[in-house]
């Protein structure tokens, strides 16, 4: 499939050409208001449970939205996904991480990068219990991630439901993502995300004080120590290094069988050299790989408009294989 690196929004429509500025200003001053979510909560295989936010106008086309690292519903680009695939006449359902929509999960694992069970158990509840004949997936950073290891885990054993994908801001190689972490010009994404991280570990350990060990749990500051330390055992991989290298989403693009849209702009921030999958995407039949020359990271802002190009480009990706599909 091809790799569009001439995409309109990075020639067009970039307010700041800043990947910060671009990732930071729609974070902080972006509000979505008025939006009726209706929330279901949902129980997981091992005891645990999910809480998914819904917007049904009854249509039988569904859109199933992932959100990032310590996001949740509430985001402003998940909230503007919704509301822009709802007035298109889809249902939306957007669901929250074990821990990430208000309260904290029963079971002592959190989630992470490389978790597809939950994705999997939202799949499955929607299509055993309503009536939905077709799906399309969108996911956010980790979101994004997520979307497309579950994807190429199951191959041509993908329910038939799925038509397509359109994930964005995607850390393709988690190790590489993790390394940006590291750089001076990234201390305050670092900071950020290890002090929401942080304090969910304090409530793991309220909750099983003989599993979760927080002894001098504020004086790290990498990630590389947080994952060593709380991530690995937490989620049964050795060590750091084995989580990386065993959870990252590019490990499975070659088994994608659905046809999925990775956008990934060039001045993302947190994103690395090896989070830009070209030769897998060129030599895939499935995947497109669109490379904005701006964007920042789960960006993408348009001036004068109350949606994103994010919800315009995955519409405009995901409805063309809904409406493909309609003429089988």
């Known amino acids: ?69 310590e996001g949740n519903t509430t985001r402003h680009y998940i909230k503007s996904c919704v509301r822009y695939f709802h007035q298109k006449g889809y249902d939306v359902l957007a669901w929250n991480y074990r821990s990430c929509s208000g309260e904290i999960n029963r079971t002592l694992r959190l989630y992470h990068h490389g978790v597809t069970d939950d994705l999997e158990t939202v799949i499955q509840h929607t299509i055993s219990t309503r009536r939905y004949k077709r799906i399309g997936l969108v996911g956010y950073s980790m979101g994004g991630s997520t979307t497309l290891k579950y994807l190429g885990e199951n191959g041509v054993n993908v329910p038939k439901h799925i038509v397509a994908a359109a994930v964005f801001s995607v850390p393709c190689n988690l190790w590489d993502s993790a390394h940006q972490l590291t750089f001076r010009k990234n201390t305050f994404y670092r900071k950020r995300f290890l002090k929401k991280l942080i ?23 990498s990630f590389g120590l947080f994952d060593e330390r709380y991530t690995a055992p937490l989620h049964g991989f050795r060590n750091a290094r084995h989580f990386y290298s065993t959870s990252s989403s590019d490990l499975h693009y070659h088994s994608i069988t ?43 802002g348009l001036r004068g408009k109350n949606y994103s190009w994010m919800d315009q480009r995955a519409f405009e990706y995901i409805d063309r294989y809904m409406q493909e599909w309609s003429l089988h």
């Open 1 to 69: 499939m091809p790799v569009i690196s001439r995409s309109p929004y990075g020639n067009f429509f970039s307010w700041f050409r800043n990947g910060h500025l671009e990732t930071i200003y729609p974070s902080v001053f972006r509000k979505i208001k008025g939006l009726p979510y209706e929330r279901e909560r949902i129980d997981t295989p091992d005891g645990d449970f999910l809480d998914l936010d819904w917007v049904q106008t009854g249509s039988n086309k569904l859109i199933i939205v992932s959100h990032g690292l």
């Open 199 to 221: 304090q969910k570990v304090k409530q793991k350990h309220a909750q099983f004080p003989d599993a979760v060990n927080i002894s001098a749990i504020d004086r790290i500051r």
């Open 258 to 300: 659905v046809p999925s849209l990775i956008v990934n702009a060039l001045n993302d921030p947190l994103l690395g050299e090896k989070c830009y999958p070209y030769e897998i995407c060129q030599n895939s039949k499935t995947l497109t790989l669109e490379t904005p020359r701006c964007g920042g990271h789960v960006g993408f």
